[in-house]
């Protein structure tokens, strides 16, 4: 039988899973990177010279960035024999856009990259709840049991939460300098979503399975 590439529905007892902790570290992880080296290119160059090929420091945080998610996804199929579906999207876009903004020297296209991922993620949500697809279970499946109609909800409210973080991210690097931007993307985007997690709870502890014990 062969052994499937992509993860598992969350359904699917079969699914392999790993640490909640861990799968936050890979997913924030590159994410980090990216900061750290857009904030450190001009050392990071000299130091590392082989880096200086890239260019300046966003086109250094750029490159790390994208062997980072690499990384990332490496790991999680080594962990699990699947690729996670939502960070591969993500990946996607990120070799795609970071490859133009090195190739062209245009830092416009890492800075529309999260426009395009929270477009994408928003219309895969949506567009799956118009088929009957409650997608976010395969983001939150192991830390969260919720009821259909629980996941339902909360699907909906993440695509809609989605559509805002791409309309966010379109005023903030039209509206200001590249620094302001990395560091926005990392300390403004990520406290944004947690509160709107945290504004969740109530609606995920109303509608969550308690899990059945032999």
Do not use: C
């Not at 830092?107 to 949500?125: D, Q």
């Not at 379109?170 to 504004?199: N, Q």
Request: proline share 6%; net charge positive.
């Amino acid at each position: 039988m062969n052994q499937p590439v992509f993860e598992k529905d969350p359904s699917d007892p079969a699914r392999k899973t790993i640490n909640p902790l861990l799968k936050l570290v890979l997913e924030l992880g590159p994410l980090m990177v990216f900061f750290f080296a857009n904030s450190r290119g001009a050392w990071l160059a000299e130091t590392f010279p082989a880096l200086a090929t890239f260019g300046g420091p966003i086109f250094v945080a750029t490159g790390l960035f994208m062997i980072a998610t690499a990384t990332s996804l490496i790991v999680s199929w080594i962990l699990t024999r699947t690729l996670p579906i939502m960070p591969l999207v993500s990946g996607i876009v990120v070799f795609v856009f970071g490859a133009l903004t090195l190739w062209l020297q245009n830092e416009t296209f890492i800075k529309m990259k999260p426009t395009i991922v929270n477009g994408l993620f928003a219309s895969i949500l949506l567009g799956g709840l118009l088929f009957g697809k409650a997608l976010l279970g395969y983001v939150f499946d192991s830390a969260f049991k919720l009821d259909a109609e629980g996941w339902r909800k909360l699907t909906l409210r993440w695509g809609l939460f989605f559509i805002f973080l791409a309309v966010l991210n379109e005023v903030v690097w039209r509206s200001f300098s590249t620094d302001f931007w990395v560091a926005f993307k990392v300390w403004g985007t990520m406290p944004i979503t947690i509160l709107f997690t945290m504004s969740q709870m109530p609606l995920i502890m109303k509608h969550t399975v308690e899990e059945k014990t032999e």
